[in-house]
């Protein structure tokens, strides 16, 4: 048996919506995108979403509307994808690499309020595989210190924090579509914000600075001479993407049941094992489950490493624990040679198990029985 570490949910009615979107002869920034912008923004509770052409991309664009650049810090977790670090590069600005909570992999509010200097900017908190962080102890430092909070939500569409879907809590929120996410354009992002200047300005600079977009000037019924008023960037999304995208969004709720019912197996099989520690999940958030990660203690009979390739020989794709970004020759070239022990401990010690949907019975109860063996012999 071959199982995969991950892969999309997509079907005969994405692929039937992507075909009659090609046949419109509108591709890019138009109808699609407008109503995905709508529909994602209602799910969430924001009321306003941007369509980006990726997370990174959304990241920097919500960067450069919050006034980072040269000169300032942004604290960022190390223990994420390497992009959450990289767009504050891209801004100009200097990540300054926080500490995360050892229960959730998140970034450590305290850790973010000793990492503050006079030339901190804003603070970046992921909502690492799909698992909220702290998000009102993170704005309360955020606030008393004049700081930006920027939310990387990449992997937590769909999840809530005290009742509340992600997206709905910030002024920037930033989700990916990429297909190792809950639901995928190909590849895509949107930010949320409850900001109407912000939103105008997020739309105006993802499209060149235009002052007028495509859709407006393409359905009047008078000429406009379009200006671009700032230097901006090409993030658009394409309206095949967004007519994917809407038909994800409408699985959404489903996907994430499914995905739900396969990690309470994993917790209920793997409960009695005392070598492994398993993900916990507060009782004010809701996952969506993007990834089941557990960490494997030292008294495993089998590393972590070894246990991965050795799952990969009956055909079980595994992945590393998240990356911590700081340990990247990326970052350790320029100089970054932080000590965070806790992030360091969790991505070596971590392993990423098989979650998808549709996922079988018998896949599942395959991978069950193989990492139990592994570890109890």
Known sequence: MKIPIAKPFLNEAEAQLAYDTIL???VTQGPQVAAFEEEFAAYTGAKYAIAVSNCTTALHLSLVVAGVGPGDEVIVPSMSYIATANCVIHAGATPVFAEVCRESYNIDPADV????TSKT???IGVHQIGLPFKINEVRAICDEHQLVLIEDAACAAGSSYNNRKIGSHSDYVCFSFHPRKVITTGDGGMITTQNEKIAQRLKLLRQHGMSVN???RHLSQTVIMEEHVEVGYNYRLTDIQAAVGREQLKKLDWIIEERTKIANQYLQSFKDIDCIELPHVPEHVMTNWQSFSIYIKGNSPISRNDLMQRLLDVGI???RGVMTSHREHAFTSLGYNNSLPISEDACDQSI?????VPMSQEEIG??????KSLLRH
């Open 24 to 26: 419109t002869n509108w």
């Open 113 to 116: 309020r000793r990492k503050i």
């Open 121 to 123: 900017k804003a603070v």
């Open 214 to 216: 495509d859709r407006v």
């Open 317 to 319: 794709a595994t992945r």
């Open 352 to 356: 990423i198990l098989p979650l998808f």
């Open 366 to 371: 395959y991978v069950i029985s193989h990492f």
